[in-house]
């Protein structure tokens, strides 16, 4: 493998020819394959190359991994594709992986570590990461686990390679075996050419694999056969690819119960249970709470005032922290994540109280965080939405992370509704619903109308998702 550094503005040509500006001496790349444009923004720009340009980069909404064909549809910027450190270019079937200068790399400005148990947990982590030995993580859904998995990775001596992040929940069982290990041209329709799996381009690096006591039996078979051997085959193909990475894996299932009852094989739990770390919920975690909210606040207000001096500076109240130490947080670090973000949003620059916290009374510490309490829609009793008018405003936005905002700031129908002296609950119960609806509707079709991976994409329960779908008048998705 070889190591170019990148100029720091421009465009870089890369291709088979000798005189581009990077060389990539394979058969199967273009004289002028494609060209770098360095920004900022980072992007690849296709130049007609005759085997294609496409690049895995993480989806930020599902948390995983998928591979983009560059100008086929893809969400580019003047037929150019925007990159991101980590991303990784396929020139035909040569492999280009964009890295960090090793100075830019740093430990997560996110990670709060105060609870004893939590010290204990990443002093375990520290010392495990040194070696090879795979890892399964366990805790409650969004407690925090792929922060962990990242920590570890930049801990181990693979911090430099790839740390590949795969939803099992998220992907087809078909899909799922072809993105993992690949296959060849012809392998099936639409295989017009031969594309390396997932586990390939992790060469040298960690896998970490999410919602592990999802994978399907079949798939179950297959890993466990990568594991013990490090050789993948690709659908359709006749000789294995020797690889090396590290499998860190996760989930919120008792694997151990899983293996009773026949759903998991046991010699793939034995060889993914190298060490355990069980992560503890948040509500285990109060000394954590305010600091988190504290960092969650300004990381939006940068996000949705960027221009302002002020933006860093966000303060919670005595009266907002003291309601955020009384909520259970079934949702764990998620849903303290959404209820600040919409925070922000509704305080609209001035100091977080609990009237901008929007926090659901039904909540029920002893209810599993993989089970969010039931929305209750607007259309409920009028007797309940007039005794506390915030509550199903609340309980809307939670179900589909509607309060997640972005560099683009407030989603437009809430931001209509922000304006003015004051926050309307019709208005802004109007806005949220709309888009929640439509957060549904981009999940379902993520999912190709699965029910149960959209409901583990949102969320939420798969008996939550099939409540919404009633609600909003939405078709119900047929079984292939």
């Given amino acids: 493998m070889t190591t170019r550094p990148l100029p720091g503005s421009g465009s870089v040509v890369l291709g088979r020819d000798e005189d581009a500006g990077i060389c990539v001496p394979d058969s199967s790349v273009s004289r002028r394959h494609a060209v770098l444009h360095l920004g900022p923004p980072l992007r690849i720009e296709d130049l007609g190359s005759s085997n294609g340009t496409r690049v895995r980069t993480r989806h930020s909404s599902a948390a995983t991994e998928r591979l983009i064909d560059v100008g086929k549809g893809a969400p580019a910027r003047g037929g150019a594709f925007e990159l991101s450190p980590g991303d990784v270019i396929y020139l035909g079937a040569a492999r280009v992986i964009l890295r960090q200068k090793d100075g830019e790399r740093g430990a997560r400005k996110d990670v709060i570590v105060k609870d004893d148990a939590m010290r204990a947990v990443y002093e375990l982590a520290e010392r495990v990461s040194k070696g090879p030995i795979n890892i399964l993580l366990l805790g409650e859904t969004g407690v925090g686990k792929e922060v962990l998995a990242e920590s570890i990775h930049r801990a181990s001596p693979r911090a430099a390679r790839p740390l590949l992040r795969l939803s099992c929940v998220a992907l087809s069982e078909s899909l799922l075996e072809s993105e993992l290990f690949g296959h060849e041209r012809g392998a099936f329709t639409g295989a017009v050419r031969a594309k390396p799996g997932l586990l390939e381009t992790a060469e040298g690096g960690t896998v970490f694999l999410d919602e592990i006591g999802e994978l399907p039996p079949s798939i179950q078979a297959k890993l466990l056969r990568v594991i013990e051997e490090r050789k993948v085959m690709r659908v359709g193909g006749l000789t294995p690819t020797k690889i090396d990475v590290r499998f860190i894996s996760a989930t919120h299932r008792n694997l151990e119960a899983e293996v009773s009852r026949g759903a998991f094989r046991q010699d793939l739990y034995f060889r993914l249970n190298g060490v355990t770390l069980t992560i503890p919920p948040l509500r285990e975690r109060p000394g954590e709470v305010a600091a988190l909210a504290q960092l969650f606040a300004e990381r939006t207000a940068k996000e949705l005032f960027p221009s302002e001096a002020s933006a860093a500076a966000v303060p919670l109240s005595p009266a907002a922290l003291a309601a955020l130490q009384r909520h259970s947080w079934p949702g764990n670090i998620r849903e303290l994540r959404n209820v600040i973000e919409r925070a922000v949003i509704?305080?609209?620059?001035?100091?977080?109280?609990?009237?901008?916290?929007?926090?659901?009374?039904?909540?029920?510490?002893?209810?599993?965080?993989?089970?969010?309490?039931?929305?209750?829609?607007?259309?409920?009793?009028?007797?309940?939405?007039?005794?506390?008018?915030?509550?199903?405003?609340?309980?809307?936005?939670?179900?589909?992370?509607?309060?997640?905002?972005?560099?683009?700031?407030?989603?437009?129908?809430?931001?209509?509704?922000?304006?003015?002296?004051?926050?309307?609950?019709?208005?802004?119960?109007?806005?949220?619903?709309?888009?929640?609806?439509?957060?549904?509707?981009?999940?379902?079709?993520?999912?190709?109308?699965?029910?149960?991976?959209?409901?583990?994409?949102?969320?939420?329960?798969?008996?939550?998702?099939?409540?919404?779908?009633?609600?909003?008048?939405?078709?119900?998705?047929?079984?292939?």
Avoid: F, W
Wanted: charged residues 20%; aromatic residues 0%.
């Fill in 346 to 480: 509704l305080a609209n620059g001035s100091p977080i109280g609990p009237e901008h916290l929007l926090l659901s009374p039904l909540a029920d510490p002893t209810r599993p965080s993989h089970e969010p309490t039931l929305p209750v829609h607007p259309s409920a009793s009028p007797a309940s939405a007039a005794a506390s008018p915030g509550a199903n405003v609340a309980n809307v936005v939670n179900v589909a992370n509607v309060a997640n905002v972005n560099a683009k700031g407030v989603p437009d129908g809430a931001k209509g509704a922000l304006d003015g002296a004051g926050v309307s609950p019709t208005r802004l119960r109007d806005a949220m619903e709309a888009h929640e609806r439509e957060r549904i509707v981009q999940a379902l079709e993520q999912c190709m109308g699965n029910q149960t991976r959209a409901a583990a994409l949102l969320g939420i329960s798969r008996r939550t998702l099939v409540e919404r779908i009633r609600v909003y008048g939405l078709p119900r998705p047929r079984k292939a």
